[in-house]
């Protein structure tokens, strides 16, 4: 459980504090902080979508989090600019890293299901890509078994890689998952 939730399990619902557990995450949690603004310096920031080369297909994954459940979404388009899939789905978890995995695992999932075999998948959570980039060095991450099956799954296609990207480039895959989340139904 990260801090927030933590936190709030602590506020919320009168749960204990256990500060040892909490000081052993600090060095983890610092460590991220840190990498990700190291990465924020070096890395451009498009501000908006830039389509694949020809033949292949950008998968842009996204979720929604909201007080007792998230919602992933995926969006593929091909080098025209014209979606050829889209989808979402609810999930269990509020922690915001795990939604971002299960939607690229959802986004895969659709690739798979559209018979695509050469993608660029594209995530805002820049902890989440380097994660799945650099597996299995980055052990200690909490999905780690969620995050081999996606590059598990990831080897069943021609050509997949996986790239950060700033929010204005995901803006389609951000706005359907918070669209599904605000009507959810299922």
């Not at 610092?30 to 501000?47: M, N």
């Not at 025209?80 to 299960?102: H, M, Q, W, Y």
């Amino acid at each position: 459980m990260d801090s927030f939730a933590s936190r709030n399990q602590i506020v919320h619902h009168e749960a204990h504090l256990d500060v040892m557990q909490l000081v052993s995450k600090v060095p983890r949690i610092w460590g991220e902080h840190v990498a990700t603004w190291h990465h924020k310096k070096v890395i451009s920031k498009p501000s908006r979508w830039d389509p694949p080369a020809d033949g292949f297909f950008k998968v842009n994954c996204d979720v929604a989090v909201r007080e007792d459940f998230s919602v992933g979404a995926a969006v593929i388009k091909n080098h025209k600019g014209l979606i050829v899939g889209a989808c979402v789905e609810r999930f269990s978890t509020v922690d915001p890293e795990e939604g971002e995995i299960r939607a690229i695992q959802l986004g895969l999932e659709e690739a798979l299901r559209c018979d695509l075999s050469q993608l660029v998948v594209e995530g805002d959570s820049l902890l989440v890509i380097e994660a799945i980039r650099y597996f299995p060095e980055q052990r200690n991450w909490r999905c780690h078994e969620r995050i081999g099956d996606i590059v598990q799954m990831a080897s069943s296609f021609d050509s997949c890689s996986f790239s950060f990207v700033y929010r204005d480039a995901n803006e389609e895959a951000r706005l359907l998952a918070r669209w599904a989340a605000s009507v959810i139904l299922f």
